[in-house]
């Protein structure tokens, strides 16, 4: 990341200042804290992967297909934190994604903390591009790709 940007946000987040930002609460929130971002993206810490209790946690363990909803809880962030102060957060649903490549079948037996990294590619009023990519702490790549978030696009409800 390139420095401090240049709004009223705080450089770095604990998880609650996270799950302040980000439509996921308790233990869906997976991400442990914010350490850096700037107008094109952020890298985030969890440790979450690690927790028994994860929600997304299968019999099989914590498959790394996974890793994509950590990476769009750091797209969520990102554009919370790319929002001006005092902006309502704008609704965003995950509608593709593309690219992925798995490196490794699980995330749960991955020692030490999962980094998220996520950069935008492009965007408009109703969408944006990210690539992302969920690391190791040495950081070798366990699943990255790209995917793609419509905005301000309320989904109705079942009848």
Not at 32 to 40: G, K, T, V, Y
Not at 50 to 73: H, T
Not at 77 to 106: C, F
Request: aromatic fraction near 4%; charge should be neutral; charged fraction near 15%.
């Amino acid at each position: 990341m390139s420095g401090a940007p240049p709004h009223a946000h705080p450089a770095t987040l604990d998880r609650d200042g996270i799950a302040q930002r980000i439509p996921h609460a308790g233990s869906m929130c997976l991400l442990d804290a914010l350490e850096a971002w700037d107008a094109e993206g952020l890298r985030c810490r969890a440790t979450s992967h690690r927790d028994p209790a994860n929600p997304l946690r299968s019999p099989q363990g914590l498959l790394a297909p996974v890793a994509i909803e950590y990476a769009a809880q750091a797209m969520a962030l990102h554009g919370a934190l790319t929002a001006a102060p005092g902006t309502p957060p704008r609704p965003g649903y995950l509608a593709a994604v593309r690219g992925v490549a798995l490196h490794q079948p699980r995330l749960d037996t991955v020692a030490g903390a999962l980094v998220v990294q996520a950069r935008r590619q492009a965007a408009a009023e109703q969408q944006a591009i990210y690539t992302f990519t969920v690391a190791d702490e040495a950081g070798r790549p366990l699943v990255e790709g790209r995917a793609t978030v419509v905005l301000n696009t309320p989904l109705e409800a079942p009848t």
